[in-house]
T-cell receptor, first 116, second 114 residues
Framework: GENVEQHPSTLSVQEGDSAVIKCTYSDSASNYFPWYKQELGKGPQLIIDIRSNVGEKKDQRIAVTLNKTAKHFSLHITETQPEDSAVYFCAASGPDRGSTLGRLYFGRGTQLTVWP | DSGVTQTPKHLITATGQRVTLRCSPRSGDLSVYWYQQSLDQGLQFLIQYYNGEERAKGNILERFSAQQFPDLHSELNLSSLELGDSALYFC?????????????FGPGTRLTVL
């Protein structure tokens, strides 16, 4: 199946700085890459996603880039705020081979801390 | 609020027992996914249902089973519980069951097995 690696596992930044989280995937057939934010005691919240026919997508202070050739994608958060502090997960859709319909393969998560 | 509801929020039980976790998907979503989140394994896919039928299985133990009912809510049954089953269990839903559909997660059920 698909294997998603995520780095770094922890990231500390000063308020106002940018944060970048990187993920790699193993299966070139993956075509959908969502990012989730999980706050303490809550479920993962979809914050942005990108499909393989697009190289970059932005939504206000967050952006995601995808490099299909290198099989990696990144989350960029600009002008970070203390409320951005959370665990962020990347995921990949994996190949479309019947038994893997719909499931997501997740990275291990990045604990982002934004210091005021 | 994602629109996905899960009950109960917390569950404490003993080894060897059986529990049932319940999930209601977002209005209009036909597919339900169950994931297990633990510190050592991260977020692991367990099983997927679409419109009442099982569509995909992941790392789900034989002691675990699930179903999706005609009203589209889903239940995850965990039996012969072991200490290692302690984890967060999340349900997610999507409109369709195919690859690339946005999945929205519920708040989870924290299971503690003593």
């Amino acid at each position: 199946g698909e294997n998603v690696e995520q780095h770094p596992s922890t990231l500390s930044v000063q308020e106002g700085d940018s944060a970048v989280i990187k993920c790699t995937y193993s299966d070139s057939a993956s075509n959908y890459f969502p990012w989730y934010k999980q706050e303490l005691g809550k479920g993962p919240q979809l914050i942005i996603d990108i499909r393989s026919n697009v190289g970059e997508k932005k939504d206000q202070r967050i952006a995601v880039t995808l490099n299909k050739t290198a099989k990696h994608f990144s989350l960029h958060i600009t002008e970070t705020q203390p409320e951005d502090s959370a665990v962020y997960f990347c995921a990949a859709s994996g190949p479309d081979r019947g038994s893997t319909l719909g499931r997501l393969y997740f990275g291990r998560g990045t604990q982002l801390t934004v210091w005021p | 609020d994602s629109g996905v509801t899960q009950t109960p929020k917390h569950l404490i039980t003993a080894t060897g027992q059986r529990v049932t976790l319940r999930c209601s998907p977002r209005s209009g979503d036909l597919s339900v996914y169950w994931y297990q989140q633990s510190l050592d394994q991260g977020l692991q896919f367990l099983i997927q249902y679409y419109n009442g039928e099982e569509r995909a299985k992941g790392n789900i133990l034989e002691r675990f089973s699930a179903q999706q009912f005609p009203d589209l809510h889903s239940e995850l049954n965990l039996s012969s519980l072991e200490l290692g089953d302690s984890a967060l269990y999340f349900c997610a839903s999507s409109v369709a069951g195919t690859r690339g559909n946005e999945q929205f997660f519920g708040p989870g059920t924290r299971l503690t097995v003593l």
